[in-house]
């Protein structure tokens, strides 16, 4: 299976488990691995032949921006969803990375990575 890479999506969005993470919100970043069968549009040089990522970020920002979940989990399982519904796509893999958790005393990140096929 081919594949498309689509890299530092930023969002801002209001998930999160704590109160103020959903009224106060915070930055996501996303980056995607797309598969799908790019063979024909290599060989047409045709758009309608593969995923214009266009589409995908879109939905990526639609997911993050609009929508509000608890757990970064049930919000990187919506991301899936909505890539998986855009035509061609076999499989997706979603990182979404939480850049400032509010955990005192911590400075990391957290990321979610799953895997969803059709």
Not at 8 to 24: A, H, S
Not at 60 to 65: A, C, H, L, S, Y
Not at 89 to 105: C, D, F, S, T
Request: overall charge negative.
């Amino acid at each position: 299976m081919d594949r498309i890479h689509i890299t530092n999506i930023r969002c801002y969005g209001y998930t999160g488990f704590l109160p103020e993470e959903q009224v106060l919100g915070q930055w996501f970043q996303v980056d995607l691995t797309i598969g799908l069968n790019l063979a024909p549009a290599g060989s047409s040089d045709d758009l309608n032949q593969t995923l214009d990522y266009r589409q995908a970020i879109t939905s990526v920002k639609q997911v993050v921006e609009q929508e509000k979940f608890a757990l970064v989990e049930k919000m990187a399982d919506a991301i899936s969803s909505a890539i998986l519904s855009l035509e061609l796509v076999q499989e997706v893999r979603v990182k979404l990375i939480k850049l400032a958790a509010p955990i005192p005393g911590f400075g990391g990140q957290i990321t979610i990575d799953i895997t969803r096929t059709k």
